[in-house]
């Protein structure tokens, strides 16, 4: 008789609650997929194992859409708080050019991919612009930091090539000059980008900014992207000095420089989109644009609030990022649901927006702005990527709707997450993790940017 080759059948069984509807005894996952979302008379065929989850409220997998692992090096830096963002970014760059190098870059990295998993976030993108001296295979690291904790992974691979002595505000020690940006943009595409089904890494073209790369590589990023296939990022419309330097330096607002380099297309997702108007709006969801709403970092530099209903309204796709730890000062996107959902309520009102809104960015918006529809939700046939949270602390307790308590009471650490149908995070703690020798080296590592520069 041949052996059974059929995936093993596991029932998530009887949890509190899912963000699904139809799920209300639970789900069953098979082959690292989402096979079936059980009712209430049970499975409809035998399972090979049993999970019980009744501690356990279920969400999908959260994606983070814009961040930048190396900044929890300079976390709460004493020269760069209580301001806004180019004063912000004046104060921390000489000390990145100074101090980043290729072994505090990964710690820096690890530490982010963890606290992340441990929020309950299973797809990562990390907005990569720096490469020191020492680390042109920055890139490479990343994937090596996101294999390790088997965690998916959309890589960057963005550039500054605009620096302070010519007129821009980046170090110049952090720049890249035009040919090697481009000769490894190609290398990491190729090396890395794999855009079927269940992937765990893409690659996406991401020049930092306006403000710090030139026309030039903004326009052959965007025939890149077409060349492979892949997504296109970079910041926009985040601070009012943004639209100041575009109209000075292009004479044109920052979306109107984005259209003439090339980039109004779907492959498109932007971080931020807080400073744009109505008629800027109607574009961007006419092309199906991407917006990466970072609450947190936006109300620690107090660049403003994302017009989240109206880019929806409108036809843009709206995601969720946490953005650099050193403009938010941890790497934890459950949070920034919550953040999201409370910004979101002093725009609009307390009806206008609600927990599911804010829950469905994290997961399903920021899967659309990565152009996957294989993760981000809650069904059959979507990869098992899962985020189970418990209600057992003191904030949870009186709460009666156990998914709205996630999010109105504070939830910020899962219990389990689940990465295509494997567990990642057991009991609070990543598997394979020592936290304790991480926090140790990531202090130390840390502390060379205190130093003078």
Same mark, same amino acid.
């Given at each position: 008789?041949?052996?059974?080759?059929?995936?093993?059948?596991?029932?998530?069984?009887?949890?509190?609650?899912?963000?699904?509807?139809?799920?209300?005894?639970?789900?069953?996952?098979?082959?690292?997929?989402?096979?079936?979302?059980? /009712?209430? +008379?049970? =499975?409809? !065929?035998?399972?090979? %194992?049993?999970?019980? $989850?009744? #501690?356990?409220?279920?969400?999908?997998? *959260?994606?983070?859409?814009?961040?930048?692992?190396?900044?929890?090096?300079?976390?709460?830096?004493?020269?760069?708080?209580?301001?806004?963002?180019?004063?912000?970014?004046?104060?921390?760059?000489?000390?990145?050019?100074?101090?980043?190098?290729?072994?505090?870059?990964?710690l820096g990295v690890r530490l982010a991919l963890t606290e992340l998993l441990m929020s309950g976030c299973t797809t990562a993108s990390?907005?990569?612009?720096?490469? /020191?001296? +020492?680390? =042109?295979? !920055?890139?490479?690291? %990343?994937?090596?930091? $996101?294999? #390790?904790?088997?965690?998916?992974?959309? *890589?960057?691979?963005?550039?500054?090539?605009?620096?302070?002595?010519?007129?821009?505000?980046?170090?110049?020690?952090?720049?890249?000059g035009y040919d090697t940006v481009i000769a490894d943009c190609e290398r990491v595409l190729s090396k890395y980008h794999d855009a079927?089904?269940?992937?765990?890494?893409?690659?996406?073209?991401?020049?930092?900014?306006?403000?710090?790369?030139?026309?030039?590589?903004?326009?052959?990023?965007?025939?890149?992207?077409?060349?492979?296939?892949?997504?296109?990022?970079?910041?926009?419309?985040?601070?009012?000095?943004?639209?100041?330097?575009?109209?000075?330096?292009?004479?044109?607002?920052?979306?109107?420089?984005?259209?003439?380099?090339?980039?109004?297309?779907?492959?498109?997702?932007?971080?931020?989109?807080?400073?744009?108007?109505?008629?800027?709006?109607?574009?961007?969801?006419?092309?199906?644009?991407?917006?990466?709403?970072?609450?947190?970092?936006?109300?620690?530099?107090?660049?403003?609030?994302?017009?989240?209903?109206?880019?929806?309204?409108?036809?843009?796709?709206?995601?969720?990022?946490?953005?650099?730890?050193?403009?938010?000062?941890?790497?934890?996107?459950?949070?920034?649901?919550?953040?999201?959902?409370?910004?979101?309520?002093?725009?609009?009102?307390?009806?206008?927006?609600?927990?599911?809104?804010?829950?469905?960015?994290?997961?399903?918006?920021?899967?659309?702005?990565?152009?996957?529809?294989?993760?981000?939700?809650?069904?059959?046939?979507?990869?098992?990527?899962?985020?189970?949270?418990?209600?057992?602390?003191?904030?949870?307790?009186?709460?009666?709707?156990?998914?709205?308590?996630?999010?109105?009471?504070?939830?910020?650490?899962?219990?389990?997450?689940?990465?295509?149908?494997?567990?990642?995070?057991?009991?609070?703690?990543?598997?394979?993790?020592?936290?304790?020798?991480?926090?140790?080296?990531?202090?130390?590592?840390?502390?060379?940017?205190?130093?003078?520069?």
């Open positions: 008789m041949a052996a059974d080759t059929s995936p093993k059948r596991v029932w998530l069984r009887d949890p509190i609650a899912v963000f699904a509807d139809g799920s209300e005894r639970g789900l069953v996952i098979a082959g690292g997929r989402i096979v079936e979302l059980v /009712g209430r +008379d049970g =499975p409809t !065929a035998p399972c090979d %194992e049993i999970v019980d $989850a009744s #501690r356990h409220v279920v969400l999908p997998g *959260l994606v983070n859409t814009h961040h930048h692992f190396f900044q929890t090096l300079t976390r709460a830096h004493p020269d760069a708080i209580n301001k806004e963002l180019f004063p912000w970014l004046k104060a921390l760059y000489p000390r990145w050019g100074a101090h980043l190098n290729r072994d505090r870059f990964r990390d907005h990569l612009f720096v490469f /020191g001296a +020492d680390m =042109p295979d !920055a890139v490479d690291i %990343e994937a090596e930091e $996101a294999e #390790r904790l088997g965690m998916r992974i959309a *890589l960057t691979r963005g550039a500054i090539n605009f620096g302070s002595k010519s007129g821009g505000i980046a170090d110049e020690r952090l720049m890249q079927s089904e269940g992937s765990f890494r893409c690659v996406a073209v991401a020049p930092c900014a306006p403000f710090n790369v030139t026309r030039q590589l903004m326009i052959d990023s965007a025939a890149l992207a077409e060349k492979y296939d892949c997504r296109l990022h970079t910041h926009l419309g985040e601070t009012r000095d943004e639209d100041e330097f575009c109209l000075a330096h292009f004479g044109c607002r920052p979306l109107d420089y984005l259209e003439e380099v090339g980039w109004l297309n779907e492959r498109v997702w932007l971080a931020h989109g807080i400073h744009f108007n109505d008629d800027e709006i109607r574009r961007l969801g006419k092309h199906r644009i991407g917006v990466c709403h970072c609450p947190t970092s936006n109300m620690v530099l107090a660049s403003g609030i994302c017009r989240t209903k109206e880019l929806e309204a409108a036809g843009a796709i709206v995601g969720l990022g946490v953005d650099g730890s050193a403009s938010n000062d941890n790497s934890n996107l459950m949070e920034s649901i919550r953040h999201a959902l409370m910004l979101g309520r002093l725009r609009y009102g307390a009806e206008a927006v609600t927990h599911q809104d804010a829950i469905r960015w994290a997961t399903e918006g920021s899967a659309a702005c990565l152009g996957r529809k294989d993760i981000g939700r809650i069904e059959a046939g979507r990869q098992a990527d899962l985020a189970l949270f418990t209600l057992d602390e003191l904030r949870f307790s009186g709460a009666g709707d156990p998914i709205a308590a996630l999010v109105l009471c504070g939830a910020h650490r899962a219990n389990r997450v689940m990465v295509g149908g494997k567990w990642r995070v057991l009991d609070g703690a990543p598997v394979g993790v020592d936290l304790a020798r991480l926090r140790h080296e990531h202090g130390a590592a840390a502390r060379a940017f205190l130093e003078a520069v």
